[in-house]
């Protein structure tokens, strides 16, 4: 089935430097993605809606400066934390929709990025 | 506003046992979709179900089995013969059908962790 892939799985860092995470729809083109935040023990909330050619559309209280989104292209979304701080630390998850699964809601789940910043 | 409740936050049984998981959920909208993920410790969120607000037709898969009551807004998760490689946090979420913005992506419950003992 499709499969969406995120890279790296987990990735340490320094306080103060940038950290990108990349999300890649391996078996459809993805004119959406979603990047999901999950704190330990947390639910998942959604931080930002990805546009294919557009700007992301950020959740309320999302800082679009510090979570740089790009999708370049339609197989391709990237999640930039820019100068990353300890509470940035969490599990970051993104998700695809398969445009022939519209009429269905198919979402795909990416294997999910852990930040950890030191 | 769309809103999904596990009530549940933490939950032990033995081996063998039979659990239920439950979901509630709010919404304003007449076309939406309801899902159940597992997700385990290792992180990446597994599918399990997605069902349409018209098809109200409780689902057998294996041990798995779901109770969707649109008269309660309930999706109700059901193991039988529970079993140890089914500890995990599972969660409940809640799509609209839309497309376009942050239509589409899910809503989720805080989610129940699942503890099975031997």
């Known amino acids: 089935g499709a499969v969406v892939s995120q890279h790296p799985s987990w990735v340490i860092c320094k306080s103060g430097t940038s950290v990108k995470i990349e999300c890649r729809s391996l078996?459809?083109?993805?004119?959406?993605m979603f990047w999901y935040r999950q704190f330990p023990k947390q639910s998942l909330m959604l931080m930002a809606t990805?546009?294919?050619?557009?700007?992301?559309?950020?959740e309320q209280g999302v800082e679009k400066d510090k979570f740089l989104i790009n999708h370049a292209s339609l197989t391709l979304s990237t999640l930039t934390v820019t100068s990353a701080h300890p509470e940035d630390s969490s599990f970051y998850i993104c998700?695809?929709?398969?445009?022939?699964?519209?009429?269905?809601?198919?979402?795909?789940f990416g294997e999910g990025s852990r930040l950890t910043v030191l | 506003a769309q809103k999904v409740t596990q009530a549940q936050t933490e939950i032990s049984v033995v081996e063998k046992e039979d659990v239920t998981l439950d979901c509630v959920y709010e919404?304003?909208?007449?076309?939406?979709?309801l899902f159940w993920y597992k997700q385990p410790p290792s992180g990446e969120l597994v599918f399990l179900i997605r069902?349409?607000?018209?098809?109200?037709q409780n689902e057998i898969s294996g041990r798995y089995s779901w109770n969707f009551q649109k008269s309660t807004s309930s999706f109700n998760f059901t193991i039988t013969a529970s079993q140890v490689v089914d500890s995990a946090v599972y969660f409940c979420?809640?799509?609209?059908?839309?497309?376009?913005?942050?239509?589409?992506?899910?809503?989720f419950g805080k989610g129940t962790k699942l503890s099975v003992k031997p």
């Open positions: 998700s695809a929709r398969d445009p022939s699964g519209l009429a269905t809601g198919e979402l795909f």
């Open positions: 078996d459809f083109q993805a004119t959406t």
């Open positions: 990805s546009n294919e050619g557009s700007k992301a559309t950020y």
């Open positions: 919404t304003r909208d007449t076309t939406y979709y």
């Open positions: 069902r349409n607000s018209f098809d109200e």
């Open positions: 979420a809640l799509s609209e059908a839309g497309w376009g913005g942050s239509q589409g992506n899910l809503i």
